[in-house]
C-alpha cells in the first residue's frame, strides 16, 4: 500500500486545514485509515482512525471537537479536517493503515508526513 498525505501548511491559531491522504496498491475500501502526528523531541501518537466502511471513528482526547476524520472509498482517500487549530498541533502529520483497527501506533502502512505549523 502506497500512501501519499497533503494539505498541510502554515495556519494562524484558529485556522483550519484539511488534510488528504491518497492510498495505491490494495483495496482501499478494505483498510482501516488513520492519522497520527510527531511534534519535535516527542514521539509519534495517534490522532484518529476510521473504519474501512466509515462507520466507526475515533479521535484522540488533545483533538476531540476539533478534528474530523471521513473517508471517500471511491476516490480511495481520507481525510482530516482539523478546525480550531492551536500552537500545540504544530507537527508532521501522518497517515496509516492497516487491516486491523488500532488505537496505538502498530500500523502497518505508512504515508511520508506533511507538515503542519500553527502560528500566533
Known amino acids: 500500500v502506497q500512501l501519499q498525505a497533503s494539505g498541510g501548511g502554515l495556519v494562524q491559531a484558529g485556522g483550519s486545514l484539511r488534510l488528504s491522504c491518497a492510498a495505491s496498491?490494495?483495496?482501499?475500501?478494505?483498510?482501516?485509515m488513520g492519522w497520527f502526528r510527531q511534534a519535535p523531541g516527542k514521539e509519534r501518537e495517534f490522532i484518529a482512525r476510521i473504519t474501512w466502511s466509515g462507520v466507526g471513528t475515533g479521535v484522540a482526547d488533545s483533538v476531540k471537537g476539533r478534528f474530523t476524520i471521513s473517508r471517500d472509498n471511491a476516490k480511495n482517500t481520507v481525510y482530516l479536517q482539523m478546525d480550531s487549530l492551536k500552537l500545540e498541533d504544530t507537527a508532521v502529520y501522518y497517515c496509516?493503515?492497516?487491516?486491523?483497527?488500532?488505537?496505538?501506533?502498530?500500523?502497518?502502512?505508512w504515508g511520508q508526513g506533511t507538515q503542519v505549523t500553527v502560528s500566533s
Open positions: 496509516a493503515a492497516d487491516l486491523r483497527y488500532l488505537p496505538t501506533t502498530a500500523w502497518e502502512y
Open positions: 496498491g490494495r483495496t482501499f475500501s478494505r483498510l482501516s
